[in-house]
């Protein structure tokens, strides 16, 4: 299980680069257009996910930045936006690859968002969780660039592992 939180982990960082670089080329109005997705437009979508990530990150490690709403906007452009992914996505690398097994066995209790319950949950399935997430979301932005008639990036997990074997 660690090999596959560590790829997995390396595959995020990956997809992300590939989906902001498609994000990167549209116009800050088609960037910021309501497409009718869950969190609205790609910038919303793609802002979502690191507050998401944040938050999560937040509750595995008791670390960093977290928020009390899925829908906050802690930035204004992409270009910040973007600059925090990479920083986040190197941390999230670097953390799961300090996982060890026993680590991956063990429990994390938090609180959630939306409700002042407390749950406490094994941490292999959280992270399961943890990176589904994203790879929906990205699907999102990937229906969204398509909508807006751009090129959506191929981002299948095999295409990754391909690049990463050559590499």
């Given at each position: 299980m660690k090999a596959h939180y560590?790829?997995?982990?390396?595959?995020?960082?990956?997809?992300?680069?590939?989906?902001?670089?498609?994000?990167a080329a549209l116009p800050e109005a088609e960037l910021k257009e309501d497409r009718g997705a869950f969190f609205g437009s790609l910038f919303g979508t793609l802002t979502h996910l690191i507050v998401a990530d944040r938050?999560?990150?937040?509750?595995?490690?008791?670390?960093g930045e977290t928020y009390d709403r899925l829908d906050a906007m802690p930035f204004d452009d992409l270009v910040?936006?973007?600059?925090?992914?990479?920083?986040?996505?190197?941390?999230?690398?670097?953390?799961v690859e300090g996982l060890g097994d026993e680590d991956l066995a063990?429990?994390?209790?938090?609180?959630?968002?939306?409700?002042p319950d407390e749950y406490t949950d094994?941490?292999?399935p959280a992270l399961a969780h943890f990176f589904n997430h994203q790879t929906h979301h990205r699907g999102q932005c990937h229906t969204i660039l398509?909508?807006?008639g751009r090129e959506g990036p191929v981002m299948?997990?095999?295409?990754?592992?391909?690049?990463?074997?050559?590499?």
């Open positions: 560590d790829m997995l982990a390396r595959y995020n960082r990956w997809a992300n680069k590939r989906i902001y670089a498609a994000a938050i999560w990150l937040n509750r595995f490690t008791g670390e910040a936006l973007e600059a925090a992914r990479l920083r986040e996505d190197e941390r999230i690398v670097e953390w063990g429990t994390f209790t938090y609180r959630r968002v939306s409700t094994q941490l292999a398509t909508g807006l299948d997990i095999l295409y990754f592992q391909r690049e990463e074997a050559v590499a």
